[in-house]
């Protein structure tokens, strides 16, 4: 059964930064994208950003763009979320999600496998 292993997230203040970390295990199946989702409290889930396992395109959700950057490392089958300049409007649970059946969609039926969460606060 495929497990996503997610690290990072905590508490830091406005303009800090955080990195997540995601690694799938327990399949040696190929992901199509893989990447993250984030729900605030009381809101539903959004995809944040998402990066192709092939060619590496990426996408991010507006609000994050210029401060969020998604990068893979194929050697360590890991996926990272870089987050810059944090705003207390991401605070969220964030998710790690990965679509191993290839949908090609990034709403949250799209994605097979999702993390357990990691809980991400931005607050001074």
């Known amino acids: 059964q495929v497990q996503l292993v997610e690290s990072g997230g905590g508490l830091v203040q406005p303009g800090g930064s955080l990195r997540l970390s995601c690694a799938p295990s327990?399949?040696?199946?190929?992901?199509?994208?893989i990447g993250w989702f984030r729900q605030a409290p009381g809101q539903g889930r959004e995809p944040v950003s998402l990066?192709?396992?092939?060619?590496?395109?990426?996408f991010y959700t507006d609000s994050v763009k210029g401060r969020f950057t998604i990068s893979k490392d194929s050697a360590k089958n890991t996926v990272y979320l870089q987050m810059d300049n944090l705003k207390p409007e991401d605070t969220a649970v964030y998710y790690c999600?990965?679509?191993?059946?290839?949908?090609?969609?990034?709403?949250?039926?799209?994605?097979?496998?999702w993390g357990q969460g990691l809980q991400v606060t931005v607050t001074s």
């Open positions: 990066i192709s396992s092939g060619d590496g395109n990426t």
């Open positions: 327990g399949t040696t199946a190929h992901y199509y994208f």
């Open positions: 999600v990965a679509d191993f059946l290839g949908t090609g969609g990034i709403g949250e039926a799209d994605f097979d496998s």
